[in-house]
């Protein structure tokens, strides 16, 4: 068995994890700090309590409903604003579910899936890598792959994610790559592909808990995602790349997921890497900086 690992992402040009504790991180996108719940943030805050009042807005829940919370003292609204990330760029756009959409903590699995489509190209620069994403969210990974030279093929149920993914695209000047938008259920579309006898060289998800797909299809982890896999390794191509998955708030343990894909070990060869994902807090002068966790993963590649 592997040993697990923790890939860390850092302190960036425009992003920032100031401070986190008490069920909370403070995190600077760009020139706007942000103050939202994290529920993986067990420990005290370093920075004093006015430092956590001074940012520019902060998340609250009442009852059910989510809601962000402007100071008024140091901007007018929140709406949207870009940032360049990771060789990207994104749109930040604060949701009512707490979220910006952006995930910092998969930069290092961007970086991993840029690195290996650019060694594999490397002999041939024609040679076509076809990657498919599914639960593509706002397209970082999607995007990565096609900055490196992928065909990619985005598949998410939310037409307000595939929305703000393509806006990315076009502020990352990627629009123009082979990147194509698909609005449908991952499980959906994954059948429809077997059926259509396409292939792929590299398959990214990131499975939600529970969620709905383009037709309200009712996704729950539990029950859909192995099945979900099993379909999956029936449309890799012959010698594939990568497979990756990650994990959030399932409960789930890295180990579970090395150990789906072991399958892939057994029948291409190549090499299993599973563990944590987490972002390094603003060290501030200590040398001990802390982690805060933010999912798992495991990622296969044929190497």
């Not at 040009?13 to 504790?21: A, F, T, W």
């Not at 989510?66 to 929140?78: A, H, Q, V």
């Amino acid at each position: 068995m592997n040993k697990i690992e923790v890939l860390i992402t850092r302190k960036s040009k425009e992003y920032e994890l100031l401070d986190s504790g008490d069920g909370e991180k403070l995190e600077r996108f760009g020139s706007v700090v942000l103050s939202r719940p994290d529920p993986q943030a067990l420990w005290r805050r370093k920075l004093s309590l006015d430092d956590w009042k001074n940012s520019d807005a902060f998340f609250t829940r009442n009852e059910q409903v989510g809601e962000w919370k402007i100071n008024k003292n140091k901007i007018e609204s929140l709406s949207k604003w870009p940032i360049e990330f990771s060789e990207l760029k994104f749109w930040i756009k604060p949701t009512a579910f707490k979220h910006t959409g952006l995930f910092p903590e998969q930069s290092v699995n961007w970086d991993w899936m840029r690195d290996l489509i650019k060694k594999d190209k490397s002999g041939d620069s024609k040679k076509e890598i076809d990657v498919l994403n599914l639960f593509g969210y706002t397209g970082g990974a999607s995007l990565a792959c096609a900055q490196a030279g992928a065909k990619v093929v985005h598949v998410d149920g939310s037409k307000s994610a595939i929305s703000w993914a393509r806006e990315n695209a076009e502020l990352s000047k990627l629009a123009e790559k082979p990147i194509r938008w698909i609005l449908e259920d991952a499980r959906v579309f994954v059948g429809r592909e077997i059926k259509r006898g396409n292939k792929y060289d590299a398959i990214i998800m990131d499975p939600p808990a529970f969620g709905h797909g383009a037709n309200k299809e009712i996704w729950k982890i539990e029950e859909n995602f192995i099945p979900l896999v099993e379909d999956c390794m029936k449309i890799l191509k012959d010698k594939p790349l990568f497979f990756i998955i990650n994990g959030y708030s399932a409960g789930y343990s890295a180990i579970a997921y090395e150990n789906i894909l072991k399958t892939l070990i057994e029948k291409f060869g190549g090499s299993i890497e599973m563990g944590e994902l987490a972002i390094e807090e603003n060290k501030n002068g200590d040398t001990n900086s802390r982690l805060l966790p933010c999912g798992i993963f495991a990622r296969w590649a044929n190497k």
